[in-house]
């Protein structure tokens, strides 16, 4: 089911990012909601750091030069949590370089749930919360959170073409 999750995430972002421009991309409803570049380019970074953390392994962004690529002007570590209206502005990138990190992030996010073995589920991943999170609650908060923001590029898109 996981493996769906997110082969549905991979597909609501390649729809949500087809044929746009720029200037589409950058556009923020009302002056200043969230930008489709911004909505996927964050989901991504959430899915990329957490996977990554899970996995034990290099984020995706760092190891595979998608930050220089990017070349924004946030630290590496950034995934936009908790962004102002600067620094939600300043996340600008054209529809093919979303989506090629958008793809690395999720074919590291398949090969990690491939090998994944049911017992690590209930593995307890962070004790910081109360119940302490396991490995599956991690997962499926990391799916629901892309999933929503992938929604809101679509409305965002559908936005733009009603207006």
Do not use: C
């Not at 421009?21 to 969230?34: K, W």
């Not at 049911?118 to 109360?130: H, K, M, N, Y």
């Amino acid at each position: 089911m996981l493996l769906d999750g997110f082969e549905r995430v991979e597909q609501a972002v390649a729809r949500a990012l087809e044929d746009l421009t720029a200037d589409q991309l950058a556009h923020r409803a009302g002056g200043s909601a969230n930008s489709i570049a911004w909505l996927v380019w964050h989901l991504t970074r959430v899915q990329d750091d957490h996977v990554a953390d899970l996995a034990g392994t290099e984020q995706v962004w760092t190891a595979a030069g998608w930050a220089e690529r990017f070349g924004l002007p946030l630290p590496h570590g950034d995934t936009g949590y908790g962004h102002d209206t600067d620094q939600v502005a300043a996340v600008v990138a054209p529809s093919d370089l979303l989506l090629g990190y958008h793809r690395a992030v999720h074919e590291r996010t398949r090969a990690y749930l491939r090998e994944l073995k049911p017992a690590e589920l209930s593995e307890v991943v962070d004790e910081s919360w109360d119940p302490p999170v396991t490995r599956a609650v991690r997962l499926v908060s990391v799916l629901e959170d892309d999933l929503q923001h992938a929604g809101q590029a679509a409305f965002v898109r559908g936005l733009q073409a009603a207006g």
